[in-house]
């Protein structure tokens, strides 16, 4: 399974991407997905300069619908 990113890799950033990749897949953690709706993956790198797996969710949440009317209270929902 290979990453599509915008952003160049190292070779070394590209196999460690790839096993962190793999990894959450042996654990049913993510999956292989083509649609419209999937997130990328990258790695960002944290202020002491080690780099971190990351989603990036801002296109899906670009697409996604607001509610017109806010959730209501628990307590009205109750009475």
């Not at 993956?41 to 607001?66: A, E, M, S, W």
Request: charged fraction near 30%.
């Amino acid at each position: 399974m290979s990453h599509k990113n915008k952003c160049r890799l190292s070779s070394w950033e590209e196999i460690k991407l790839n096993k962190k990749i793999q990894a959450l897949v042996s654990l049913s953690k993510m999956r292989s997905n083509t649609l419209e709706y999937a997130c990328k993956v990258t790695l960002l790198i944290n202020k002491d300069g080690n780099k971190r797996f990351c989603g990036d969710y801002r296109p899906l949440n670009l697409q996604t619908k607001r509610d017109i009317f806010p959730m209501p209270l628990v307590d009205d929902v109750l009475n």
